[in-house]
């Protein structure tokens, strides 16, 4: 077996691949919510219209796109329950009364959140994306000025976040992503090598306070649809 092949089926070797994987994710995380948070600009939803029409017009790019993410997470968390398996044999023996000094209740629970977070983004991609949970949703269209038609995202996202089930769904997803994130930050630190004393408190605190920001900013739209500050 090759040095590369032992590597990556190492312990540190997986870490690198959760590191590498969750940067991907995240930056992805990151653009998505840029684009969804249009849908608060005050122009009847014309700039995330057009924002969904952009992407649509991607084509078969934009599913490859889709597919290599669904890939980067199904690997993300498929190393990560990998890891904790390994840490679970390393120290087969558990405390009568276990104590947790540095781990709190999110990096206890890395796998149970991911998994989770997994169950999660497929009812979101079966809601908004592929439309298997509201084929109604394919037939919601916005008439340009000159005639033309584009999916209206915006009347989609408000109709289907008026579904109280579908609103508290994607609001635990959110905050257990937030918390996946919370710890992962700190973990994506150690695996780098970026953990001295001067810059790792820095890092770890913004990951965290990135962590925050995403999870407000992803809840605020079912929010604001609930609580009728978006509506049709």
Partial sequence: MSKAALFWQSSIGKKWIVALTGIVLVAYVLGHL???LQIFLPDNGNHINAYG?????LGAGLWAVRIFLLACLVIHIVT???????????????????????????????????LIVLCFVIFHVLHFTTF????????????????????????????????????????????LLCMHLS?????LVQTLGLNSTRIEPWLV???RLLAIIICLGYISIPIAVMTGILHL
């Fill in 34 to 36: 840029a684009g969804n």
């Fill in 132 to 175: 298997t949970i509201r084929p109604d949703f394919a037939n919601l269209k916005q008439t340009l000025p000159n005639g033309t038609e584009r999916h209206n995202v915006y009347v989609m996202v408000v109709e289907g976040f008026q579904q109280p089930a579908a609103s508290c769904f994607y609001i635990l997803g959110m905050i």
């Fill in 80 to 114: 990560t329950i990998q890891l904790a398996l390994e840490n679970r044999r390393a120290r087969p023996d558990r405390y009568a009364a276990p104590h947790y000094r540095k781990a709190n209740w999110a990096s206890r629970s890395m796998v149970m959140s991911g």
């Fill in 205 to 207: 605190n913004g990951g």
């Fill in 183 to 187: 710890h992962g930050f700190g973990s």
């Fill in 53 to 57: 029409a952009f992407l649509h017009s």
